[in-house]
């Protein structure tokens, strides 16, 4: 039985959602706070709206606007801005916005309450899953992020009491930041496939003045995905992220331009990396991150060999930023690497056993998540390895080379909240 009726819910479920309301109410019925409720989202949004707006109507020290002069108020503006003009124009002191996502017989209802400035004061989201929820862990949470601020905002009224003590000063009010301009978060896990177009162009200088040389575009299927698990919780925690990627080129040989033979060719890429993201702003997290990858570019038997097979192991730490566009429907991330290389294949047995490799590259993807769980992705970047060599070698001794590798890619993929 669906938790959310297109009606009412449910009497239990009712008081379920009252629980996870009253939750907030340590944050706001000290200053005896104006709360405006802004239109939901998700299905059966309006009536868990209704249902919140009952729930906080109730509680003393608490005035609510009623929705429907809230709904003419923000005249079907959504996000910050439907904040903004509630707050002009209902002169609020605080602004609950919601979102209910279901699945099957699970829903969640996650409530966030901000001040006037847009800033996230405490939150609270209830995870159902038939008859039953667990509306602990939300109260907790949202009673430690509201606690200490406003208790300090307690004991300074009581030292120097206001002219108007119902309302706070907004400067007090503002302490915590949001976590998106809605309310809604990264996902816990968006997991995708896809294809991507990539050109290798790779130089290597011997010491006659020769250049050995591979240029070469193929495809490439990739598999990967990104887990924020703590993103529900209010601490340093929520802004870990991990990631993992594989990526394997299809259909590709290659041709000895020497010796005029076919050369089986297999590319690969493998990699995986933790981050640590921190929200700087509303809808922008900056961070950085630690990774480890290997890229392998391996050539069959040659008579006479041109370019060696190369596979750079290497570790990657990096700086990312994450700039929400609009909401979590497009989402913009961007990346500079750089790459300590640990070994290089069979590059230093052919041009030099001596010398050191060191790499970097740029990413930046565009991609997103829709309400029904589909998530989509396009990603350009740019990798290049210099390489420097020195001491014997058995094809050509070399003094330097260049490795780089563009590419261009689409995924599509599912988005777990």
Known sequence: MPLLTPHRLAPRRLLFLALAVASLLPSVAAADARIAILPFRGPSADDARAQTHEA???QPGVRVAPLARTDRAVDGATGARAGELAVRRLDVDYLVSGRVQRRGRRARVSLVLRDADGRVVARASVTIRGRRGRFGPAARTLARAAEEPFEAEAEDRDEAPR????????SRRARRPSRSRDGRDAPVLDAHVGARL?????RFVTTTGDVHRNDVAYPVLTAAMSARPWIGEEGIERG????GLFGYAVGLRSRNTLTDEAVDTSFFHVYADVGLLFEVERGVELGLGAGFGWDSFSFGEQSLVVVPSAEYAYLRPHLRGRFQIEEELAVLGIEVGYRGVLARGALSEH???EGQTQGFDVVGRLGGSLDMGLSYGLEAGLAGYFHFFDGDAITAPATEGTDFALWLGAQVGFAFR
């Open 56 to 58: 906080l109507r109730d």
């Open 198 to 202: 990539e050109g290798r162009l790779a």
């Open 163 to 170: 002219e108007e003590p119902r309302r706070a000063p907004r």
């Open 351 to 353: 041009f030099g056993q």
């Open 240 to 243: 870990i992220e991990l990631r």
